[in-house]
């Protein structure tokens, strides 16, 4: 029983570890937070998604950033204008953020 409980809260600590660690998109006047794939987010920086909070800013109510958080996502493929990697990350089956799924 004394496994139990202590497996549990363990379980439940990283939880809210990873829930506060979730990484978010928003710009510094903007009142709302973003996916990194949502095409809203514009010039946004990312952020943890406690400091957003923390903030006073909302969820997007276009991209969902709060019902992703599940998905497993990766860094984009893409290439940025002076030639470096794009830092965005994506859930996009074809690896590329909204700004490189053309190019």
């Known amino acids: 029983m004394k496994k139990f409980l202590i497996t549990t809260l363990l379980l439940l600590g990283f939880a809210v570890v990873g ?15 973003h996916t990194a794939d949502c095409n809203l987010s514009g010039d946004a920086n990312d952020m943890t998604l406690a400091a957003a909070k923390k903030a006073g800013k909302k969820a997007c109510a276009v991209c969902k950033p709060e019902s992703h958080f599940k998905d497993k996502t990766v860094r984009c493929a893409g290439k940025t204008a002076d030639g470096t990697r794009c830092k965005r990350m994506t859930s996009s089956k074809a690896g590329k953020c909204y700004q490189h799924k053309g190019a």
Do not use: I, R
């Not at 829930?19 to 006047?29: G, I, L, R």
């Open 19 to 33: 829930a506060s660690a979730q990484t978010v998109y928003a710009s510094e006047k903007g009142e709302k937070y």
